[in-house]
């Protein structure tokens, strides 16, 4: 089956440091990724829609100059978080869709825990 | 606004029994309504979708009905086991195949 590889899947640094998440589709093509944010017992809020060779859609009330997405090939998306801070910890999951099959789901990657401290 | 309400409150079950699992929504059409399942620190992983012309849907011991008109789905589980307990997430989409999720709800399966 479709599989999504999520790096790294736990980060902790100090208060100011960037960080960058990759998210891969390894067998299938995925113009657009998905990266979406979830706080304990919450549900997942989607951030963004990665589109490949184009801007990324953010959703209302996401900083587009904080998170920064860059899809630059079919197969890979990477989620920058700029200056992190403390209230930036949580768990950061991108999920993709199989170019050829878009009556079908997305895929999900196993997520990347933030830890600012 | 839209709104998907699952409950909040873990299930808890025996080894055996059918498990169901309930997500109700408002202010919403969805063309689509699948169900995940996440364990604690992973990523959802797909279990079943099923379309607004679609009544059930099946899959080995996994059940999925859609009400449109109660707007209400139910996930059932049959035969549960253990390995079963997770956290299961209902989500709505329209068109887009963008889903919106619900919180989810806790299953625990006691053997």
């Known amino acids: 089956g479709a599989v999504v590889s999520q790096h790294p899947s736990r980060v902790i640094c100090k208060s100011g440091t960037s960080v960058k998440i990759e998210c891969r589709s390894l067998?299938?093509?995925?113009?657009?990724m998905f990266w979406y944010r979830q706080f304990p017992k919450q549900s997942l809020m989607l951030m963004a829609t990665s589109n490949e060779g184009s801007k990324a859609t953010y959703e209302q009330g996401v900083e587009k100059d904080k998170f920064l997405i860059n899809h630059a090939s079919l197969t890979l998306s990477t989620l920058t978080v700029t200056s992190a801070h403390p209230e930036d910890s949580s768990f950061y999951i991108c999920s993709a869709r199989d170019l050829d099959r878009s009556d079908q789901p997305q895929h999900f990657g196993d997520g990347t825990r933030l830890s600012i401290l | 606004s839209q709104k998907i309400e699952q409950n909040s409150e873990a299930l808890n079950i025996q080894e055996g029994k059918t498990a169901t699992l309930t997500c109700n929504y408002t202010n919403y059409s969805p063309a689509y309504l699948q169900w995940y399942r996440q364990d604690p620190g992973r990523g959802p992983v797909f279990l079943l979708l099923?379309?607004?012309?679609?009544k059930e849907k099946r899959k080995e011991r996994l059940k999925v009905t859609f009400d449109t008109t109660l707007k209400q789905s139910l996930f059932h589980i049959t035969a549960s086991q253990p390995a079963d307990s997770a956290t299961y997430l209902c989500a709505l989409s329209g068109g887009s195949y963008i889903p919106t999720f619900g919180r989810g709800t806790s299953l625990i399966v006691h053997p």
């Open positions: 099923i379309r607004e012309n679609e």
């Open positions: 067998d299938f093509q995925a113009t657009t």
